[in-house]
């Protein structure tokens, strides 16, 4: 039996795989043959779910919450999340109809596209931008229009570039601060500038928030559908309970819209994966509702977090010829290497190869100048990695 000759659609045949889960799976199957590697690859905190979560979940389950409930979540978790909102990014008049719970911030960011993009329509997506951006775009049959910001500008775009990029098919302006893979974060000013840029050329604004607790050296963290209602008409906020609470695999992202928009993301969410799962929401309203125990938690992890940051950025800038911005938010590190004269993709595998050190090509994310870090790893690795690279940049020069 052959398969049909037309055997794939154009959306499978237009989708790449996730370059940084390959680079995961690829160093985690290394690690797995008994390899000694050094693995930056990985975008997700190395710290457990903390136990009042998991023990929520637990009761959840113990008492029978395990049944189908209503598609956009959890009524007592929809309301904690808009009173998030309301409380912390001061997001103004919030109520739960406004709140989508998903399975996961990726498929939420999916629905926010699905929900806004037709065939034809254009989306600005700043680069370096997280790399299933793009790749969600065009399932949605639309087209990424990428406007790149270096390292000289802190990987942060201008209003002016993006007046620039704007055609009048342009229906959405992508943000992620703080940003994977840059780590980059944008001021309320930055974002307010952004903004009036969106308002003036009828965009919807779409922000993805979910690393807005791990900021370093005073930064500040600003949702840009606070700066103003109108401003607040137009946004959907992406935020999510995995970098937070370290949470990944419990797959439970969110969704703050105009209620018409959430309205239109439940009824996509309905046919396509019913409600994320209902005792995992139960951990995560514990997150919400025990607010000391998940502040202290958060405040553990980003100071782990924030040590290592320091140790990495100090290593890096020792390598002759490797050019880091130390940027202030996220868990990742974006260094230049393009002095050496390899494209990351070769950089990254004659890395691998030689020194056994794990890192995703910047290609990934629309940069092919540099490579990403992630410091979601012991102290331990971050020592030894960096000396591996180090011997292995000497070779280059
Ligand atoms: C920028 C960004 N947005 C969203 C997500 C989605 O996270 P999750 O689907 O685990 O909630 C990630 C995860 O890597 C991310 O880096």
Redo the contacts with the bound molecule.
Sequence with gaps: MSTPSSALSIWANNVSPSPTLAVDAKAKAMKAAGEDVCGFGA??PDFDTPDFIKEACIQALKEGKTKYIPAPGLPALREAVAQKHIQENKIQGLEASQVVISP????S?YLAILATCSPGDEVIIPAPY?VSYPEMVKLAGAEPRVVFAGDDTGFKITPEQLQEAISPKTKVLML?SP??PTGAVYTSEELEALAQVALKNDLWIFT?E??EYLLYDGAKHCSIASLSEEIAQRTIT?N????AYSM?GW???TLVAPAALAKAVSSLQSHTTSNATTFAQYGALAALEQKDKAAKAIENMRTVFDQRRALLFEGLSRISGLECFKSQGAFYLFPKINNYGLSSTDFAAQLLEQQKVAVVPGIAFGADDYIRLSYATSEETITKGLNRLKQFCETLN
């Design positions: 975008g997700e996961g911030g990726k498929y960011c997280w992620n940003s994977n993805d979910i690393y992406i999510g309970f995995s970098k990944t797959r439970l992202g």
